[in-house]
Nanobody, 120 residues
Framework: QVQLVESGGGLVQPGGSLRLSCGAS????????MGWYRQAPGKQRELVAR???????DSADSVKGRFNISRDNAKNTVYLQMNSLKPEDTAVYYC??????????????WGQGTQVTVSS
């Protein structure tokens, strides 16, 4: 099995910054992609940013220029640096990983979510 553990959420004022971290552990053979999604109350879960094994990144237009995703392959960890935060960034942020396990299973795994609240 694979576990994703997130950290770094919290309350921040508009214009502030937060850094989210997500570490993957378990029966991991290879991680093909890691990323962050978010879900605000009453809205669907949406992609924030993701990074694939070759280093290519993809992000939502709403966060371009403000958020930066990076990955430490040796630690199976992905980070999301969030700058210039806005109230509309308030949501539960979920880590996601596309993993090939040591028992030959390929699947999508999710973290438990971490709350980010942007408010004055």
């Amino acid at each position: 099995q694979v576990q994703l553990v997130e950290s770094g959420g919290g309350l921040v004022q508009p214009g502030g910054s937060l850094r989210l971290s997500c570490g993957a552990s378990g029966s991991i053979l290879r991680i093909d992609a890691m990323g962050w999604y978010r879900q605000a109350p009453g809205k669907q879960r949406e992609l924030v940013a993701r990074i694939i094994s070759g280093g290519t990144t993809d992000s939502a237009d709403s966060v371009k220029g403000r958020f930066n995703i990076s990955r430490d392959n040796a630690k199976n960890t992905v980070y999301l640096q969030m700058n210039s935060l806005k109230p509309e960034d308030t949501a539960v942020y979920y880590c996601n990983a596309a993993v090939q396990t040591t028992i030959g299973f390929t699947g999508n795994y999710w973290g438990q979510g971490t709350q980010v609240t942007v408010s004055s």
